[in-house]
């Protein structure tokens, strides 16, 4: 996450959803439920990933918000200053070849640098719409699984989510409580197909 993006999330009590939008603001309204005592056990997730988010709700919104502050700031990671080109954002990292591998990647134009990032662009190209059907769907999962695990229907709904049938899925979620139900589709647009 970069400086200009601000993490989205949803935050739930049971099945009811508190509220919704940037952390720190989400943060503070369930802060406030708090101290009026119409908040006990929070659950906030990354409208994102469907990751649980830890908030410490202790001490003055202030504590709370200055805690999410220096947690916001020490996420990004350090410059690892060494091989490669960190201006331009390369990171050293170890790869474990065969060495008929490193003998092939050594003779392309370019060396094994140049020919290892042309193949990781060509995958990337080649399954960039899997690799999202296959995120949203973890994305749609996790959430299920921690808000509907017990509900009816949940191992049907999940069979049809991985099986890519939205109808079906629909049908075993239409029970759930309304909120799990309205955070599911909202979740859910990219979960069922590949584009062409």
């Known amino acids: 996450m970069n400086g200009t993006e601000k993490q989205q999330c949803t935050a739930f009590e049971g099945s009811h959803a508190l509220a919704s939008g ?10 406030e439920m708090i101290e009026r005592g119409e908040a006990h056990s929070v659950l906030i997730f990354d409208d994102l990933t469907s990751e649980l988010i830890e908030v410490d709700f202790r001490g003055t919104m202030e504590d709370v918000l200055s805690r999410l502050e ?7 990671p350090a410059l690892h200053r ?23 990647l050594n003779a ?4 094994a640098s140049v020919a290892l990032r ?3 662009e060509g995958a990337r190209r080649v399954n960039c719409e899997r690799d999202r059907l296959r995120s949203s769907q ?22 049809a989510l991985f099986a890519g049938e939205q109808e079906k ?28």
């Open 138 to 159: 973890t994305t749609l999962y996790r959430f299920m699984s921690a808000m509907a695990g017990d509900l009816p229907g949940f191992e049907e709904a999940s069979r």
């Open 118 to 120: 042309k193949l990781v």
């Open 22 to 31: 940037e952390l720190v603001q989400v943060a503070g309204k369930v802060k």
């Open 82 to 104: 060494g091989p490669g080109r960190p201006k331009l954002g390369v990171v050293p990292r170890e790869v474990t070849l065969l060495p008929r591998h490193w003998e092939w």
């Open 70 to 76: 220096r947690a916001a700031a020490t996420e990004e």
């Open 108 to 111: 392309q134009p370019g060396g």
């Open 169 to 196: 899925f629909n049908e075993r979620i239409a029970a759930w409580p309304v909120d799990i139900q309205s955070h599911l589709q909202k979740l859910s647009p990219n979960a069922f197909q590949l584009h062409a």
